[in-house]
Structure formats: structure tokens, C-alpha cells
């Protein structure tokens, strides 16, 4: 069996058993009940939610983010075992949302770790998010979903950007910046 | 000779493979009927094989030294080795004489290996999880032991190929009046060992995020699981194998491979039926504390199994 016949396979049978970790930032968690039981029976695409971050293949980042939060954000997201994907919820992780003008309020979450998918809304409905999940099962079967290669590749950038938003010193940006930040 | 012991790993390694296949299947069933009590639609019967799959195929595996990653080496090969140590459908691999107390012995082997690894991995929540999951050992051996024991004296043989020879033709455990009783006290144990609610102490996913399996991922939580599936086989056909007969209705030596056909077969409804008790069980209730298990456990299940063991000695009414 070639190599690429074997991706392939591993690709189809991954994206029929997805198991998530949902990080309950905001009030994004609300809808999640509604989905994952009687009503909109997730179990019924193979999805499932896990207590930790270590079994987990999806990160559910649901709602807006403080600038603390991130840290522990981070923090699952490199708990998590390859290959693992991440989905955006609601419009606070696209552009802060009604949190816009906030002064420690993280606006642009793909700037911080690679974000596979997202879904606008405020909230986003059930139905919304059932179709967020099905194109992103379609993604992963078509080797689209390649957000944990990104974060490798780019590791060096992202964990740039990450210090600039924890640094509160004007100088300790300026160091960053200047690209010898530690 | 050569010939002979090619056949018999051969026949083994089937057997096991046989073991983890059913596991799945039925790791499936029981989502599938979870769901349907909850009016839901649910994964389908074959989700227990793509979750195996998946976790297997998981490209970064993260360990916490060498003790961690033979652990899921030691709960798999354990419970494949107890799996061989059973009489299946009258067949059995491994087992001699006065092979019950090994088989109660080799069924905590993949658990303590369980220990071993969550204990390596150094996390809070897997402290606490192995603690509760070895006092609820501790909680249903007792009865499961005192009715293995009533077992033995009235069949007047260790050996569980024995138990199973002596209930041919039907005439099954289960219909004798204090094993009645005996097949309901090892039901309630069988529940706490297949770690289904009320009895899922151990694992709690909402108060101990999993307990022992906490810093399990990747192939090492593929090997656990597949543990665990295998394990509800090897634990559904101890208590067939004691109460139920072993799944044995036609004589080997009268119809041939027909009759291994037909006693496979029986053999898998009747670990299935047992199976779905648990899980109906399972889906309806909510989950016990850890003293209220250890007071059910040693209160009611226990003085029930004397009771079984007082009657069996003083010989009346059997």
C-alpha cells in the first residue's frame, strides 16, 4: 500500500470521529448542549466531546477571548496530539465581535494559532454549527484542513505574535519587534 | 510436534483478534443504544473500529517515560492472556486444572497495568482515578469471590473448563435456585467491573476529567481503549461461562465443526444479552460516590453472596 493510499484512508476514517475540546470562553458554550444532545445529536457524525485536551482532535475556541485566557489557550492547543484542528466560534474570535474596541480583548484569533474554520454569528445557531462541523469534515477528507502543519512551519511567527499580545512594557514590544525577542 | 504448536499460535492469535473485533462491535452497540433511550440517532454500530483506527493513525505520540508506554503494552497483552485463559463456547485455549483462581488473579493483571500507567504520568486527576478504581476492585471482588467459591463446592471442581463441562445439555447454573440468586450478586459485580454507570467511579468524565486516562492520547489511548473493549468480552464471558453454560448446545464430538459453528454463535448472543443489561442499566442511571458504591458493594451484594455460600453448605433444597 503506497504511502498517499494510506493518508487517504487515515483521512476518511478521521473525519468520521472527531473528538473535541471545547475551551468555554463565553456565552459560545450555550449552544453547545443543544447540539451535542437529543436534539441535534452530534453522535451521530462520530463527534464526541472529550475532558481533555491530550484525547481531543478539535478545539472548539467558543466565544471572545481576554488576553489571560490566551496563555491557557495556547497552553491546550500544544497539549494536543497531531493532527488537530481548530474552529473559530462566533464573530469575537473573526474581530473581537461587540468586544471590538476593548483594550484587552484579543481580536484577530487566527494571528495567535492557526484557525481551520470559522463560524460568524452572534451566536451562532445549532444549525450553523452542524454545517461548520460537516465543511470541516469535507475538508478533511480532502487534505484542506492543514492549520497544525501551518503552526509548525510558522512556529517561530506565531509565537511572536503571541508574546507581543502578552508583553505589557512598551519596551518588551519594542524587543519583539526589532525580532530578537526571547 | 512443530506442526502442532504453529497451529495452536495459529488458532491463538484468531482467537484474540476474534476477541478485539467483538470488542468493537460492541463498543458500537452500546453507543448506538445509548442513544436510541435518549431519542437520539447515534454513531453508527461500526464507530468502535474508525475510533481505533483514528487514535492508531495520530501522527505525535507525547510520553511520560518508558513505564507510561509499557503500560499499554502490559493492559493489552494482559487481558489477551486472560481472553486465551477462558473456556470460549467450550473451547479453550490455555486453561487446566484449577484454572479459576488464576483467571481471578490474570483479570486484575491489565488493571494494575493501567495503574502503572497513570501513575507514571504524574497528573492529579489520574492519582485520583486509580484510587477509586482499586477500592471498587476491592468493593465487587468480595461478592463476585464468596459466589465463585459457592460455585466451586457445589460442582466440587476449580477448573472453570469444568464448571462449564458439567452445565451441558442445558443444564445451566442459572437454574439451579441459590445461583439464581448467585447469577444477580455477580450481575451487580460484573456492572462495577465493566465500569458502566452507576459504577463508573473511576472514570468520571465530568469530576476527574477521565481520572487514569487523563494524559492518554494518540496510540496510547488507542491501546487502552482497545483494553477496555476487549474487556467487556473477557468479563461478559466469565459470567457466561459461570452461570450460562459457556454458550455450549451441541456435543463436539457428535456433530463436528457444525457444533463449534452453533456454540460460537450462542456463545455471542448470550455475551451480547448479558452486555445490553449493563448498558440499559447504564443509560438510566446517574453515578454513585465512592463510599456509596463500597456500602452497596459490601452491605447488600456481600451478605446476599454469604447467604448463597451458607446455602450451598448446609446442602438444602439443591
Not at chain 2, 195 to 209: Q, R, T, Y
Not at chain 2, 295 to 315: C, N, Q, R
Amino acid at each position: 500500500m503506497r504511502q498517499e493510499d494510506w493518508s487517504k484512508l487515515a483521512r476518511i476514517m478521521s473525519k468520521r470521529s472527531l473528538w473535541m475540546v471545547h475551551f468555554c470562553t463565553g456565552c459560545g458554550a450555550m449552544e453547545m448542549p443543544p447540539v451535542l444532545t437529543s436534539r441535534y445529536d452530534m453522535e451521530r457524525f462520530g463527534m464526541i466531546s472529550m475532558a481533555t485536551p491530550r484525547q481531543a482532535d478539535v478545539l472548539l475556541v467558543t466565544g471572545y477571548l481576554a488576553v489571560k485566557t490566551l496563555k491557557r489557550l495556547v497552553q491546550v492547543y500544544e497539549q494536543m496530539r497531531d493532527p488537530k484542528y481548530v474552529v473559530g466560534f462566533g464573530s469575537c474570535t473573526i474581530n473581537g465581535g461587540m468586544y471590538w474596541d476593548s483594550y484587552n480583548t484579543i481580536k484577530d484569533l487566527s494571528k495567535y494559532m492557526p484557525v481551520d474554520i470559522y463560524i460568524a454569528g452572534c451566536m451562532p445557531r445549532p444549525e450553523a454549527i452542524i454545517d461548520a462541523f460537516l465543511k470541516l469534515m469535507d475538508m478533511i477528507d480532502k487534505g484542506e484542513a492543514t492549520g497544525w502543519k501551518k503552526y509548525h512551519k510558522y512556529y517561530k511567527q506565531y509565537k511572536r505574535n503571541q508574546k507581543m499580545a502578552f508583553s505589557y512594557r512598551l519596551d518588551e514590544v519594542k524587543d519583539i519587534e526589532e525580532g530578537d525577542g526571547k | 510436534m512443530v506442526m502442532n504448536i504453529i497451529t495452536s499460535i495459529l488458532v491463538m492469535s484468531g482467537m484474540v483478534a476474534l476477541g478485539f473485533a467483538i470488542g468493537m462491535l460492541f463498543n458500537g452497540i452500546a453507543r448506538k443504544v445509548v442513544a436510541r433511550i435518549h431519542n437520539r440517532v447515534g454513531p453508527p454500530v461500526y464507530q468502535g473500529y474508525i475510533d481505533v483506527f483514528k487514535l492508531f493513525s495520530k501522527k505525535t505520540n507525547i510520553s511520560h517515560g518508558w513505564i507510561f508506554d509499557l503500560a499499554a503494552l502490559f493492559s493489552v497483552g494482559g487481558i489477551a492472556l486472560t481472553f486465551l485463559f477462558l473456556p470460549v463456547a467450550g473451547v479453550s485455549m490455555l486453561s487446566g486444572e484449577g484454572d479459576l483462581f488464576l483467571i481471578l488473579y490474570l483479570i486484575a493483571i491489565p488493571a494494575l497495568g493501567f495503574a502503572l500507567g497513570a501513575g507514571a504520568s504524574g497528573n492529579p486527576n489520574a492519582a485520583v482515578g486509580m484510587m477509586r478504581a482499586l477500592m471498587m476492585m476491592l468493593a465487587y471482588e468480595l461478592p463476585i469471590a464468596m459466589v465463585i467459591v459457592a460455585m466451586m463446592v457445589y460442582y466440587n471442581t476449580t477448573s472453570l473448563a469444568g464448571i462449564v463441562a458439567m452445565q451441558s445439555n442445558l443444564k445451566w447454573a442459572i437454574g439451579i435456585p441459590p445461583f439464581l440468586i448467585g447469577a444477580l450478586v455477580a450481575d451487580m459485580a460484573l456492572q462495577g467491573m465493566l465500569m458502566e454507570k452507576p459504577f463508573d467511579i473511576p472514570l468520571a468524565p465530568h469530576e476527574i476529567a477521565t481520572g487514569p486516562l487523563v494524559e492518554f492520547g494518540g496510540k496510547h489511548l488507542g491501546s487502552i481503549i482497545l483494553y477496555k473493549m476487549m474487556g467487556t468480552v473477557v468479563e461478559t464471558t466469565l459470567f457466561v461461562d459461570l452461570f450460562l453454560g459457556g454458550g455450549v448446545v451441541l456435543n463436539v464430538n457428535q456433530f463436528g465443526w457444525f457444533a463449534y459453528l452453533v456454540n460460537f454463535i450462542v456463545w455471542f448472543v448470550l455475551i451480547l444479552v448479558v452486555f445490553l443489561i449493563a448498558v440499559i442499566i447504564n443509560a438510566v442511571f446517574p453515578r454513585f460516590r465512592i463510599e456509596q458504591a463500597l456500602k452497596f458493594y459490601w452491605k447488600y451484594d456481600a451478605l446476599v453472596a454469604l447467604f448463597i455460600l451458607f446455602w450451598i453448605f448446609s446442602g438444602v433444597m439443591v
